[in-house]
């Protein structure tokens, strides 16, 4: 099974409008931290936010918001007035438990930004 | 602000030989990683690497891949016998606290293999 499902291959929005990508997750662990990270064409790995299973609020940085319901195991990526730079791979990944091993990720959404 | 740097950006080899990966953590982290994308597919973990031991590996991640921290500052992945299907992006990524759930990982900028 999946740990990690994103949904949408690809979404195209429309400038200045909001845009959500989804991201469900699975784990038996109590213990766990979400991640997103941007990739633009170029091919870097960008870490946008993070969101721990024991925080009682939404991570926010700047125009990215987590929108995390933990009893539906989601962890959605809300990005406020999208610019054409927003324009790349959004990848959503999970760390489980105390152990060093790394991230596992989704398959990654190609977001379009048109102006 | 401090980062991950990994050289070369773009490495061409040929069938059958080795490549070294090299990649230079953040400085105060601890625990370090290298992942694998190839084209188009999403990242894979290869192995991470604590107290100068691999903490785990990836069923990828075989006899063929070694890693090594020859010095205090340089973590480098080693391929030997390239295959085709060994062409990817490799990413290395640090983080300070490998045990912790809520350490983000800092990802290098890549290296694209390319097995001819």
């Known amino acids: 099974a999946q740990k990690i499902t994103q949904t949408q291959p690809g979404m195209f929005v429309q400038e200045k409008e909001a845009v959500t990508l989804d991201c469900t997750y699975d784990?038996?662990?109590?213990?766990?931290?979400l991640f997103w990270y941007k990739q633009p064409s170029s091919g870097e790995m960008i870490f946008l936010i993070y969101q721990g299973s024991y925080d009682q609020q939404n991570a926010t940085e700047g125009r990215y918001s987590l929108n995390f319901q933990k009893a539906r195991k989601s962890a959605n990526l809300v990005i406020s007035a999208s610019q054409l730079g927003d324009s790349a791979m959004y990848f959503c990944?999970?760390?489980?438990?105390?152990?060093?091993?790394?991230?596992?990720f989704g398959k990654g959404t190609h977001l379009i930004i048109q102006p | 602000e401090p980062e991950v740097t990994q050289t070369p950006s773009h490495q061409v080899t040929q069938m059958g030989q080795e490549v070294i990966l090299r990649c230079v953590p953040i400085?105060?982290?601890?625990?370090f990683y290298w992942y694998r994308q190839i084209l188009g597919q999403k990242v894979e973990f290869l192995v991470s690497?604590?107290?100068?031991?691999?903490?785990?590996k990836s069923e990828i991640f075989d006899d063929q891949f070694s890693v090594e921290r020859p010095d205090g500052s340089n973590f480098t992945l080693k391929i030997r016998s390239t295959k085709l299907e060994d062409s990817a992006m490799y990413f290395c990524?640090?983080?300070?606290?490998?045990?912790?759930?809520?350490?983000?990982?800092?990802f290098g900028n890549g290296t694209r293999l390319t097995v001819t």
């Open positions: 400085s105060n982290h601890l625990y």
């Open positions: 784990t038996s662990d109590p213990s766990y931290g």
């Open positions: 690497f604590y107290n100068n031991e691999i903490s785990e």
């Open positions: 990944a999970m760390r489980e438990g105390g152990g060093a091993d790394g991230l596992t």
């Open positions: 990524a640090s983080s300070h606290r490998g045990l912790s759930y809520n350490s983000p990982l800092h």
